[in-house]
C-alpha cells in the first residue's frame, strides 16, 4: 500500500464519523494538556524555591534548633529551645571565618490597621540581620543598634503585609500598627523577594529581638529561634559549617553528632532537599495526568475496535481483491497513530495556553520547556501503537470468506 493510499483512507475514515472521532480525540487532548500544565506547574515550583533559596545568598547557613519530643512523638524541627545568645555570641567570637551573624525570635501574632487585620510572622532580631539575610529597604530604614538598645517598639514590615494593612501602593512608614494590641511604629518596608507563603519574607514583620522578648515570648528568654550566620565567602561554606557544628556540639556536651540537638544547615543543602521535593511533586502530578491519558487511550482503542466490527465486511472484500494482512494492519495502527498525532497537536497548544494564562494572573507559576512537549508527544505515539495494535491485530486476522458472510 502506498503512502498516499495511507492518507486517503485514514483521511475518509476518521471524517466519515467526525463526531465519534473528535469525541474520542477529546479524551487524549485533555490528558497531554494535563500533562504539559502539571509538569509544567511542578518545574515552576522548583524554579520558584530555588530561586527564593538563592536569593536568601549563597554563603549562608542556619542553624535552628532540635526538636521536641513528646510520647514518643516528635515534633518539627525547630520546635525545642536548645539554642541561646551565648551560642551564638560564642559563634561570632571562635569561628574565624565568620563575617556576620544575626540571632533570631520569631512568634506569629495578630495585626491591626484601623479596620484592617492579618496574622504575620514577627521576627525578632539585630541590626545586621539585613545584611546576613540580604534584606533590601525600599523606604523608610531597617532596625538600628539604638532600637534594639532601648527596646524600640518599631517594626519594619514586608511588601505583602503591608498590602494588606494598608492598600496597594501607600508607604507605611510612619504609621502606627497594633501587634497583640501593643503600638508600634512602623519605620520601614522591604523590597519583594518573592514567595507565596506567608512564611516568606514578603509577610515578615521585623521587630528588635529585645522588644519581641520583653512583650511576646516573656522577658528575660534566653533561647532563640533561629542563628543565621554569613561565612566570609562561598568556599568557606562548609568549612564553617562544620566549625559551627564542632563548636555547638561541645558546649552542649554532646560526643555523638548523631544526637545533635541542633541543625546547621546551607543554601546548597536547602536547595537539595527542596528540589528532591518538588521533583517528586512534579512526577506525581505527572502521572496523575496520564493517567486521564490512558483513559483517552482506551477510548481510541474502543472506537477503533468498534470501527473494525462496522467495516468487517468491507475488509472482506479488501482480502479478497488481493489486500494482505500487513496492509489491513497498517490502515487501522495508521487510524489510531493519527488520532493521537492530532490530539497530541491540539493538546500541546491548549496546554501552552493554560500554563500561560495561570501564570499571567498569577494563579500558579508553570514553566513548560521544550523537553516535557517532547515527552508529551512522545506519549502520544506510545498510546496510538500500543492502544491501536490489538485493533489492526484483530482486523488483519480476518478471514476473508468470514468477513464477506458478517452481516
Known amino acids: 500500500m502506498k503512502l498516499h493510499d495511507i492518507f486517503t483512507e485514514v483521511y475518509t475514515s476518521l471524517s466519515s464519523n467526525k463526531i465519534r472521532s473528535g469525541l474520542t480525540m477529546l479524551g487524549v487532548v485533555i490528558g497531554i494538556s494535563s500533562v504539559i500544565v502539571l509538569v509544567g506547574v511542578g518545574k515552576g515550583a522548583t524554579s520558584s524555591i530555588t530561586s527564593s533559596i538563592s536569593s536568601l545568598g549563597s554563603n549562608?547557613?542556619?542553624?535552628a534548633p532540635g526538636s521536641t519530643s513528646s510520647s514518643g512523638v516528635r515534633s518539627a524541627m525547630g520546635s525545642a529551645s536548645t539554642l541561646t545568645q551565648d551560642d551564638a555570641d560564642a559563634i561570632a567570637a571562635e569561628v574565624s571565618s565568620v563575617s556576620e551573624l544575626a540571632s533570631v525570635v520569631t512568634t506569629r501574632q495578630q495585626i491591626t490597621y484601623k479596620s484592617s487585620n492579618t496574622n504575620a510572622q514577627i521576627i525578632g532580631t539585630e541590626p545586621n540581620y539585613a545584611d546576613v539575610r540580604n534584606i533590601i529597604i525600599s523606604s523608610g530604614n531597617f532596625i538600628t543598634t539604638q532600637d534594639q538598645k532601648s527596646v524600640s517598639k518599631i517594626a519594619v514590615i514586608g511588601p505583602s503585609t503591608s498590602e494588606t494593612l494598608f492598600g496597594e501602593g501607600v508607604d507605611p512608614v510612619g504609621k502606627t500598627i497594633k501587634i497583640n494590641k501593643i503600638q508600634f511604629k512602623v519605620v520601614g518596608l522591604t523590597q519583594s523577594k518573592g514567595g507565596s507563603t506567608t512564611d516568606s519574607s514578603d509577610y515578615a514583620v521585623y521587630v528588635p529581638m529585645a522588644t519581641v522578648q520583653r512583650y511576646f515570648t516573656g522577658q528575660g528568654t534566653l533561647s532563640i529561634s533561629n542563628i543565621y550566620v554569613k561565612a566570609v565567602d562561598e568556599n568557606s561554606v562548609n568549612t564553617t559549617k562544620t566549625a559551627i557544628t564542632n563548636l555547638l556540639l561541645e558546649r552542649h556536651n554532646i560526643s555523638d553528632s548523631s544526637s545533635a540537638d541542633f541543625t546547621a544547615s546551607t543554601q546548597e543543602d536547602l536547595t537539595s532537599s527542596m528540589s528532591s521535593v518538588s521533583t517528586t511533586l512534579s512526577l506525581l502530578l505527572g502521572c496523575i495526568a496520564g493517567i486521564s491519558l490512558l483513559v483517552g487511550g482506551i477510548g481510541i482503542m474502543n472506537m477503533m475496535?468498534?470501527?473494525?466490527?462496522?467495516?468487517?465486511?468491507?475488509?472482506?472484500?479488501?482480502?479478497?481483491?488481493?489486500?494482505?494482512?500487513?496492509?489491513?494492519?497498517?490502515?487501522?495502527?495508521?487510524?489510531?497513530v493519527a488520532l493521537t498525532f492530532i490530539s497530541g497537536i491540539i493538546g500541546a497548544g491548549v496546554g501552552l495556553a493554560v500554563a500561560k494564562i495561570l501564570t499571567s494572573l498569577n494563579v500558579l507559576t508553570s514553566v513548560i520547556t521544550w523537553q516535557s512537549i517532547v515527552y508529551s508527544f512522545g506519549i502520544c505515539a506510545f498510546v496510538g501503537i500500543i492502544f491501536g495494535i490489538y485493533p489492526a491485530n484483530k482486523a488483519a486476522k480476518l478471514k476473508p470468506i468470514d468477513a464477506l458472510r458478517y452481516e
Do not use: H, N, P, W
Not at 312 to 335: H, P, Y
Open 60 to 63: 549562608l547557613i542556619s542553624v
Open 305 to 336: 475496535l468498534t470501527t473494525v466490527t462496522e467495516r468487517t465486511r468491507e475488509i472482506g472484500l479488501r482480502k479478497a481483491v488481493g489486500a494482505k494482512r500487513k496492509d489491513i494492519s497498517i490502515q487501522f495502527l495508521s487510524e489510531s
